[in-house]
């Protein structure tokens, strides 16, 4: 995340919803300088359901002070077509509930050169056109299959170094994993030997917090340390 949004502009938006499958929504602030587009997608003949997307976008402009910004990311009633389904799952065996991905950031930042001019377009790029202050990971939502992973953290980044340092918070919760690796094993998709390696992984980052439920609490220190669940491992 840091790196796209101190190297990359984002994409500017068509007036074209991204898939007709889902509601899509995304912003990127400030709103001064932002473009929007909304359009409705009729009901399609393939497989498919009708859909509303709406993008809002906006670069920073080059300064010397940390400006704010943030960059919204919703995808909502993601179905995906029985037909689709039956060609893995024919016996159902997959909850098929609409997905959802929610990304929502915030944060400071300060661009020393305009990535969108010329001239940097045909510079070598040598380096990022600005830096990182924070970042604030004010949601993050993944629902797919039965399984839900949620978020949320706050960053703050020490950019007096050659690399810039993160230091802050994160927590996270992941809600049905085991059940859907046990699924995914019993239907044949997923070696036994991946999904043991998944859930020792698992292990080492998060702690049980209730029936299928897995909590991962990750401090970043000022001095490097990572630690998970009060545990170091980096």
Do not use: Y
């Amino acid at each position: 995340v840091a790196a796209g949004a101190q190297g990359r502009a984002p994409p500017r938006p068509t007036g074209r919803p991204l898939n007709r499958h889902f509601d899509h929504r995304s912003r990127m602030l400030p709103t001064n300088v932002a473009q929007t587009s909304e359009s409705a997608v009729p009901q399609a003949s393939q497989p498919a359901s009708s859909g509303k997307g709406s993008g809002r976008a906006g670069l920073l402009p080059p300064g010397e002070e940390p400006q704010d910004f943030a960059l919204v990311l919703r995808i909502n009633g993601l179905e995906i077509d029985n037909m689709i389904w039956s060609i893995f799952d024919a016996m159902g065996a997959l909850p098929r509930d609409p997905a959802t991905l929610v990304i929502d950031l915030s944060g400071t930042a300060i661009m020393s050169e305009d990535f969108t001019s010329p001239e940097f377009a045909e510079s070598d790029m040598g380096e990022m056109p600005g830096q990182l202050e924070s970042l604030d990971i004010n949601a993050l939502e993944l629902s797919l299959a039965g399984a839900e992973l949620t978020g949320s953290g706050a960053f703050t980044f020490n950019s007096d170094t050659e690399e810039p340092v993160p230091a802050g918070t994160a927590r996270l919760m992941l809600v049905g994993g085991n059940t859907l690796l046990d699924t995914l094993v019993g239907m044949g998709l997923l070696p036994e030997e991946q999904a043991m390696g998944a859930r020792m992984m698992l292990g080492l980052f998060a702690r049980p917090d209730g029936e299928d439920t897995l909590v991962s609490d990750i401090e970043v220190t000022e001095d490097g340390q990572v630690l998970a669940n009060g545990q170091r491992i980096r």
